[in-house]
């Protein structure tokens, strides 16, 4: 179907995200297809997005739910993922979150000596995975990059002895072995190395029987961003998993744990221009959004295509988009090449599907949009619009 920005905004009001059910299945298709190898599972990184519709469409494509809090474990089996579908990654969990996840049946890697040691005092007996650190780290911004000497995130991979000494007085097994270098790494050989590391520690775990090599693939936000090559990536990447399995005897399973890659590029915040400010030498386009609905320009200076729908060909000018929060940082793009802005026009911030409703917040008691979700049957309201009300 024919997709007009301004009959969605006229039918659901502005801003609004608004998802693609076929690219969301794409992706999802071929990050599952990527590595030509048997028992690899793809767990998706919810806090990229969690909304109820596009958790529905991921469990239809086969992959599970890699959670981050009680919340997003809770959410995931509401929406109809098995316990045994769905992984715990914490990060600093106090142990009434431990304790709960556990009670849900859901298996659960932990983030510290410490925190192993209290989840032994828990769940004695039980079955746990650790996270590792692998003196690795990439990423597309500082913040977050969790990988290396620099990350609060993970046990030094050079102490996993500490780990299955800690494992042992407390009575527990460890069955798994866990890392997350960053999010956004466009390098394969980043990851590939960061792999041959993980491995390697795994190696030392006797009763490892899955290895989780962790998300963060990128997506080529701007110009001249490069691409991952999925497939080329995958075919190296099995190497080092069927080298493992021949090196250790073991059916060792292998996860990956994909957020943005899956959701990014299904999604776009349109906005509508509400001011144009010729200020001496710069141009200001005001929009009736802001980092209180896409924080990720304003948090790391992050690029997303931006795109005028209503005047495509208009003569092209140099603008800053800025959003209507009451903050200077409140900016969307800055020196962008747009066709010449006037109020009313619609503009489309693309890739906006990871990291964008999931962050926003009620900053300036504005509301957050609505969520529209575009399959074959037209356009579905996922999520319905705040209003003064709900604030």
């Not at 962790?214 to 080329?232: E, I, R, S």
Request: charged letters at 25%; one cysteine or more; aromatic letters at 6%.
């Amino acid at each position: 179907m024919t997709l007009v920005p301004g009959d969605l905004l006229a039918q659901f009001g502005s801003p609004l995200y608004v998802y693609d059910e076929a690219e969301l299945r794409h992706r999802c298709r071929a990050i599952r297809d990527a590595v030509p190898l048997s028992d690899v599972d793809v767990l998706y990184a919810m806090k990229a997005n969690a909304n109820p519709a596009l958790l529905q469409i991921v469990r239809e494509e086969g992959l599970g739910i890699d959670a981050v809090s009680l919340g997003e474990v809770r959410r995931a089996l509401r929406c109809g993922f098995s316990a045994d579908r769905i992984s715990f990654n914490g990060n600093n969990v106090g142990d009434s979150e431990m304790s709960a996840v556990r009670k849900a049946g859901v298996h659960v890697t932990v983030d510290s000596l410490s925190q192993l040691a209290r989840f032994g005092r828990l769940a004695p007996g039980a079955r746990v995975a650790i996270r590792i650190n692998p003196d690795i780290g990439d990423g597309h911004h500082d913040h977050v990059i969790t990988g290396g000497p620099a990350s609060k995130f993970g046990i030094e991979h050079r102490r996993v002895g500490e780990a299955l000494d800690v494992a042992t007085r407390a009575g527990l097994v460890i069955d798994g072995v866990q890392h997350h270098i960053g999010s956004g790494v466009l390098d394969a050989e980043v990851f590939l190395k960061a792999m041959d590391v993980l491995l390697s520690v795994a190696a030392r775990v006797p009763d490892h029987r899955f290895v989780d090599f962790g998300g963060g693939f990128g997506v080529p936000y701007a110009p001249g961003d490069a691409t991952l090559d999925l497939m080329g990536f995958g075919a190296r990447a099995a190497e080092l998993m069927i080298a493992h399995r021949e090196a250790t005897g073991r059916d060792v399973g292998f996860r990956f744990e994909p957020g943005r890659l899956v959701v990014a590029t299904c999604g776009t915040l349109y906005v509508t221009v509400t001011a144009v400010k010729r200020h001496q030498q710069q141009v200001w386009v005001g929009t009736d959004s802001g980092f209180n609905h896409l924080l990720r320009p304003a948090l790391y200076g992050s690029y997303h295509a931006i795109e005028n729908v209503t005047s495509p060909d208009g003569p092209l000018e140099t603008v800053n988009v800025a959003g209507n929060v009451c903050e200077a940082g409140d900016v969307f793009a800055r020196e962008r090449s747009l066709p010449r802005c006037r109020d009313g026009d619609v503009l489309a911030i693309r890739d906006t599907g990871a990291y964008g409703w999931s962050m926003a917040s009620t900053y300036n008691l504005r509301a957050r949009p609505a969520e529209v979700l575009i399959g074959e049957g037209g356009p579905q309201l996922i999520r319905p619009r705040e209003d003064e009300e709900d604030l």
